[in-house]
C-alpha cells in the first residue's frame, strides 16, 4: 500500500494515468481473487462459491475496462465538459458486486451454522463419532442391503475396562482424553463403510457390512492387542487400558433387526468381562 501510494503521488500526475494503473492492478487482483474461489475448494456450496467468485470476475471487468477506458478514450472518460457517460459500467458493476457478495458471505455463514448443528446432532462431541441415534439411523439402510445381496455383517460391541478407575485415578478430563485416543486407535483400524458410535459411556459400537465372523473376530483381537499394548495419552498422563469385544455375526440370508444383533453382541460382551475381560467373545 506505502509503495503504491508513493509511485501514485510522486510519478503519476496526470488523472489518466492513476485510473489505468488502479484499475489494472486491482482488476487483476479482483480476478485473482475469483479464481482462487473456483480453483481453491473453500468449505461451501459450489453455488455460493460461484456466486462469489462471479461477483469478483464482475468487479475485476468493470476496473479493467474503465482502465481501458481511461487510457485509450480519455475523453469519453475525462469530458471537459458534462458528465462521462463511460463511468456507466464501471459504477454498476461496483453496485452489482455489493448486492452478490452480500449474498454470498450470508450464505456462506448460513452454511456453516447448517454444518455446525448436524454435526452436533449427528456425533457425539467427546470422541468425535457417530452418536448412538444416528448409528441406528445408519446402520438400518446397511442391514437392508446386506439382506438383499446375500452378504454376512458383523456387529462389535466394545467395553473399555474398569473405565471407572482411569476417573478416580487420573480425573475425568484425562477420561475423555482416554475416550478420544480409543476413538482415534479404533479408527485406525477400519475400513470406510465400517460404522463406528458411541453407544453410551466407555461403550462403543462398529457395524461391519459384508464381514464375516472369521474377519471381525480378526478385527476385534487386532483392536484388543492395539488397545492394551500402546499406553494412551490423556491429560499428561500415559494411561494403559484394556477392551472387551462382543461380536455377533449374521450370514446375510435371514438378517435380524438391528436390536437383535445388539442384544446378541451385548451378551458375548458381557461373557467377555465375566470371563475375565481384556479379550473378544
Known sequence: I????????????????????????FGIAYLAIGAALLRDHVAVQQRTRWLLASSFFLMSGGLLWLAFTAWFEPEAFLPTTGMASAAG?????????????????????????????????????LPGVYNRRTFKDLAEPNLTRSRRAHLPVSLLMLDLDHFKRTNDTFGHLAGDDVLKAFSELVRGCLRK???????????????????????????????????ASK???AAGHRVRVTVSVGVATEAGDTLPSLESMLGRADEALYKAKADGRNRVV
Do not use: N
Open 193 to 227: 463403510d465400517d460404522l463406528l458410535a458411541r453407544y453410551g459411556g466407555e461403550e462403543f459400537v462398529i457395524l461391519l457390512p459384508g464381514t464375516s465372523q472369521f474377519a471381525a473376530t480378526a478385527l476385534a483381537e487386532r483392536i484388543r492387542e492395539q488397545t
Open 89 to 125: 459500467p464501471s459504477l454498476l458493476a461496483f453496485y452489482a458486486v455489493t448486492i452478490c457478495s452480500s449474498f454470498a458471505f450470508i450464505l456462506m455463514h448460513k452454511e456453516r451454522a447448517d454444518r455446525e448443528r448436524y454435526e452436533l446432532a449427528t456425533t457425539d462431541p
Open 231 to 233: 499406553p494412551l495419552e
Open 2 to 25: 506505502l509503495i503504491a501510494f508513493i509511485v501514485f503521488v510522486l510519478y503519476m500526475q496526470e488523472t489518466r494515468e492513476r485510473l489505468f494503473a488502479g484499475g489494472v492492478g
